[in-house]
């Protein structure tokens, strides 16, 4: 499915049957010879020592041939496409991947993407509590996890304290995944609960805009021009919203849907735009970074998604050059004390923010050569 994560899961024969689509475009009037290497990483995503035939069967490399060209577009750009793994290919090691597509022609690196293989060989039961601390219970969120093997599942395992590596990430964001520290057991099971790096800032539901309309405005987007050969959408103000009352509203937990309403082949005939997002204040903050954050800028803390603030407007703005479709994203307030809550400034934090939290359970064994990832559970706060 276009918004589920990408985690590919091992069958019963210790190899991939599924496989994942890549999408991405280039703007350019005419094609170019891409090719993809897929490498096996650590936990840390750091490259290991495993060879090619250890992680896969088939090549981990080839040439991208799915190449399309948009039409009816202001924008001219070529559209590719590629299946992962290649047919005749499979995944026969569980662990981080990381794909990444080069220029044959340049040797540019034009993108890199992570992605997951899991062997579904522990049982995760993962839930959302009020944190074990007492302190500041309507603005934070605790993960607990307990951990259980499966006897049934044909890849073995050996569930061991020492051999178990338990990370939690809330929704995509980067900056705040944390290791869980071990607890203690529950009759059989590894029990990773009440500890301060299961605890989470709640955070707000993310704002969002849809420019899949260039006609006429939609959501949350106040006007839309066309200047100079180019398309632009003005975002609505954003505004300050820690000291309003939580407001539960549905969206992509930071995540985006290329759409457009008037033409019949999104890939090809959705065209790019500038988008305009600004947050109007008098000062600048000296002590602090604003970032727009989400799939829309890749989920990173840096110069491409940090604001500027502009003295004129007497705001922070940020242009971003974005396909059609429906984005959704959080303001991040990044300050030099970095335990300050990112959100807590201009988003709020509140215990009811539908965060959807994903558990990564990594297994190493002294014998093993690399790190295998035997677990991947997702649960949704407010269900």
Request: proline share 4%.
């Given at each position: 499915?276009?918004?589920?994560?990408?985690?590919?899961?091992?069958?019963?024969?210790?190899?991939?049957?599924?496989g994942?689509?890549?999408?991405?475009?280039?703007?350019?009037?005419?094609?170019?010879?891409l090719?993809?290497?897929?490498?096996?990483?650590?936990?840390?995503?750091?490259?290991?020592?495993?060879?090619?035939?250890?992680?896969?069967?088939?090549?981990?490399?080839?040439?991208?041939?799915?190449?399309?060209?948009?039409?009816?577009?202001?924008?001219?750009?070529?559209?590719?496409?590629?299946?992962?793994?290649?047919?005749?290919?499979?995944?026969?090691?569980?662990?981080?991947?990381?794909?990444?597509?080069?220029?044959?022609?340049?040797?540019?690196?034009?993108?890199?993407?992570?992605?997951?293989?899991?062997?579904?060989?522990?049982?995760?039961?993962?839930?959302?509590?009020?944190?074990?601390?007492?302190?500041?219970?309507?603005?934070?969120?605790?993960?607990?996890?307990?951990?259980?093997?499966?006897?049934?599942?044909?890849?073995?395992?050996?569930?061991?304290?020492?051999?178990?590596?338990?990370?939690v990430?809330?929704?995509g964001?980067?900056?705040?995944?944390?290791?869980?520290?071990?607890?203690?057991?529950?009759?059989?099971?590894?029990?990773?609960?009440?500890?301060?790096?299961?605890?989470?800032?709640?955070?707000?539901t993310?704002?969002?805009?849809d420019?899949?309309?260039?006609?006429?405005?939609?959501?949350?987007?106040?006007?839309?021009?066309?200047?100079?050969?180019?398309?632009?959408?003005?975002?609505?103000?954003?505004?300050?919203?820690?000291?309003?009352?939580?407001?539960?509203?549905?969206?992509?937990?930071?995540?985006?849907?290329?759409?457009?309403?008037?033409?019949?082949?999104?890939?090809?005939?959705?065209?790019?735009?500038?988008?305009?997002?600004?947050?109007?204040?008098?000062?600048p903050?000296?002590d602090?970074?604003?970032?727009?954050?989400?799939?829309?800028?890749?989920?990173?803390?840096?110069?491409?998604?940090?604001?500027?603030?502009?003295?004129?407007?007497?705001?922070?703005?940020?242009?971003?050059?974005?396909?059609?479709?429906?984005?959704?994203?959080?303001?991040?307030?990044?300050?030099?004390?970095?335990?300050?809550?990112?959100?807590?400034?201009?988003?709020?934090?509140?215990?009811?923010?539908?965060?959807i939290?994903?558990?990564?359970?990594?297994?190493?064994?002294?014998?093993?050569?690399?790190?295998?990832?035997?677990?991947?559970?997702?649960?949704?706060?407010?269900?």
């Open positions: 499915m276009e918004l589920e994560a990408p985690v590919l899961t091992l069958n019963s024969m210790g190899e991939t049957e599924e994942m689509l890549l999408q991405f475009d280039v703007l350019a009037d005419e094609g170019e010879n090719s993809y290497s897929i490498a096996h990483c650590d936990r840390h995503w750091q490259r290991d020592d495993l060879e090619p035939y250890e992680f896969m069967t088939g090549f981990e490399y080839g040439n991208i041939e799915n190449i399309d060209f948009s039409f009816t577009t202001m924008r001219p750009y070529v559209h590719y496409r590629q299946r992962i793994p290649a047919r005749g290919a499979a995944f026969r090691h569980s662990g981080n991947y990381v794909l990444t597509v080069t220029s044959d022609d340049s040797g540019d690196t034009l993108l890199t993407r992570r992605f997951w293989v899991s062997e579904g060989s522990v049982k995760v039961d993962a839930r959302l509590a009020r944190p074990y601390d007492g302190a500041d219970i309507l603005q934070r969120q605790e993960v607990d996890v307990d951990l259980a093997a499966i006897e049934s599942n044909p890849i073995g395992i050996n569930l061991r304290q020492e051999y178990e590596y338990v990370m990430q809330q929704n964001r980067l900056d705040n995944a944390r290791w869980l520290e071990f607890s203690g057991y529950d009759g059989l099971k590894l029990a990773y609960r009440f500890r301060q790096p299961n605890i989470f800032d709640g955070g707000n993310f704002r969002f805009f420019c899949a309309n260039m006609h006429t405005p939609m959501y949350n987007v106040v006007r839309v021009e066309e200047y100079g050969g180019e398309l632009f959408a003005i975002i609505r103000p954003e505004e300050d919203r820690s000291r309003k009352h939580f407001l539960s509203e549905k969206t992509l937990n930071g995540g985006m849907k290329v759409n457009v309403w008037d033409r019949q082949d999104k890939a090809l005939q959705a065209d790019y735009v500038w988008v305009n997002i600004s947050l109007p204040m008098a000062q903050m000296l602090r970074s604003i970032y727009v954050v989400g799939q829309l800028t890749d989920w990173k803390l840096d110069s491409a998604s940090r604001m500027d603030y502009n003295p004129e407007y007497r705001a922070y703005t940020k242009r971003l050059l974005l396909k059609q479709g429906y984005y959704s994203y959080q303001l991040l307030c990044v300050g030099r004390q970095q335990q300050e809550s990112p959100t807590r400034r201009l988003e709020g934090d509140h215990m009811e923010t539908p965060n939290y994903t558990v990564y359970v990594y297994h190493r064994e002294p014998s093993d050569r690399a790190d295998r990832l035997v677990a991947v559970r997702r649960v949704a706060a407010g269900q």
